[in-house]
């Protein structure tokens, strides 16, 4: 299938035509784009960076779960700095 590019804008885009999207069970309007050799390559996203973290983190707050995993250390010469 060959296409055009569209300028948006300063940009430029390429329409995608809903058939093949919808082939390739792309629906949600986010996407992955990475360049892999030399070309432009769309995918579904794997979730959201970080997805779920603060449901987490409210559950070990509730737990009173959330003492230090290591505990602190100092750096060398710490004792020497002024803060």
Known sequence: MKT???RIGNSQGVILPKPLLAQL?????ELDLTI???AIVLRK?????RAG??????RVAAAKDDRLVWPAFPNENDD????
């Open 25 to 29: 069970g792309l629906t949600t309007p």
């Open 4 to 6: 055009t590019l569209h």
């Open 45 to 49: 996203p794997k979730g959201a960076a």
């Open 53 to 58: 973290w603060a449901q987490a983190a409210q």
């Open 36 to 38: 892999e050799s030399g």
């Open 80 to 83: 020497e700095l002024t803060w």
